[in-house]
């Protein structure tokens, strides 16, 4: 029978499908199978066509998975489907099903991505300590780092799992908290939570695509709609006088520049330091002249009709819940997982033996 690893977190957005593609490669480094699945949706297929949600089918191809290889989805948590539950229509006993997993074959080991919370999923009996339970799963928590308070988020999840608890990787830590990381690993390890990997915080990782910003905002592209794929790093606003942005566009790198539009003298110092993105406030149209400049260099220009203030929080959200969807983020996450995370210590701890490719 294959091992089961729940990948689960305190908080969605964490990096659990990041993590689960650099694992999975580390893993058939070692000649080990895998197979993956997500038993609890949290998201909707994007068409009435498809059948998988963005993440598992970006997962599933990435990873070239047969179709053996892919466990199913069970439910998706939406309003319709708690409403169900709450109503007494859906009386399904998810738990059941899901110890159907148990007599899937074929793979030495099967990381399934787990719930965003502790909590998500105990409506319906698929919340991370009941799914480890009926699996025999063992768990590894993927967490962001905040600050030195996410030792109290552990101590939680220890007292919640209990031995399922395998180990945890701390990721998205910035360089000059490395020092209090350091503390927070040694105090983990003391209480019988082994902290498998401290990842530094990557910029490319929590970047976001230009066509994720048009999403978010629902801007109009004056220009360069073919470039949407580009992928922002950093977020700058132009308020300054044109001299002052100079200097301070030439600090950015990969950036989206949000400034008015009718500020013709920030659009030109943007167009000439590293911005990808171009973000007109107001519904101003920029001059014919910075339109094609921006065409010139293959910089899209967004235009909404909205506020500098409101735009700034629209994008700060959208960093804040960045999907891996790009094959230049897989190999980040692979090298990062490769250098920085203890894969032996954590198959050891699941009983695999492996041998080196």
């Not at 699996?135 to 209990?162: C, F, H, K, P, T």
């Not at 910035?174 to 401290?198: H, T, Y």
């Not at 500098?308 to 629209?314: A, D, F, P, Y």
């Amino acid at each position: 029978m294959p091992k089961h690893l729940l990948i689960g977190s305190m908080a969605a957005y964490s990096g659990k499908s990041a993590t689960i593609l650099g694992l999975a490669q580390q893993f058939r480094s070692r000649n080990l199978k895998i197979a993956y699945g997500k038993p609890l949706g949290t998201c909707q297929p994007e068409a009435e066509t498809e059948e998988l949600e963005a993440d598992v089918w970006f997962i599933r191809q990435t990873l070239d998975l047969a179709p053996a290889d892919l466990r199913p989805t069970l439910l998706t948590l939406n309003d319709q489907t708690i409403g169900d539950r709450l109503r007494g229509v859906d009386g399904a006993d998810y738990g059941q099903t899901l110890m159907e997993y148990q007599g899937l074959n074929g793979a030495d080991v099967v990381l399934l991505e787990g719930p965003g919370t502790l909590a998500e999923g105990r409506l319906f009996d698929l919340d991370l300590g009941q799914m480890a339970s009926v699996l025999d799963a063992q768990v590894l928590l993927v967490m962001r780092y905040e600050s030195s308070l996410i030792v109290e988020s552990l101590l939680l999840a220890q007292s919640e799992l209990g031995d399922r608890l395998l180990g945890v990787l701390i990721n998205d830590i910035p360089v000059d908290s490395a020092e209090m990381v350091a503390q927070v690993k040694n105090f983990l390890e003391s209480r019988g939570i082994p902290v498998l990997g401290l990842l530094p915080r990557s910029q490319l990782l929590r970047s976001v695509t230009v066509e994720e910003l048009v999403h978010q905002l629902k801007a109009e592209v004056l220009c360069r709609p073919d470039r949407l794929d580009l992928l922002v790093e950093e977020l700058t606003i132009g308020a300054m006088n044109v001299s002052a942005a100079l200097k301070y566009f030439r600090k950015g790198n990969n950036m989206a520049v949000i400034t008015g539009g009718d500020r013709t003298d920030i659009q030109w110092a943007a167009l000439e330091t590293s911005t990808h993105c171009l973000i007109l406030t107001g519904h101003l149209p920029p001059t014919p002249a910075v339109l094609s400049r921006a065409e010139e260099l293959e910089i899209p220009i967004l235009s909404v009709d909205l506020d500098t203030l409101t735009t700034v929080e629209i994008v700060d959200h959208a960093f804040g819940q960045v999907r891996l969807h790009e094959a230049v983020k897989v190999n980040c996450i692979e090298q990062l997982i490769a250098k920085h995370f203890d894969c032996d210590r954590l198959l050891d701890k699941l009983g695999l033996v492996t041998v080196q490719a």
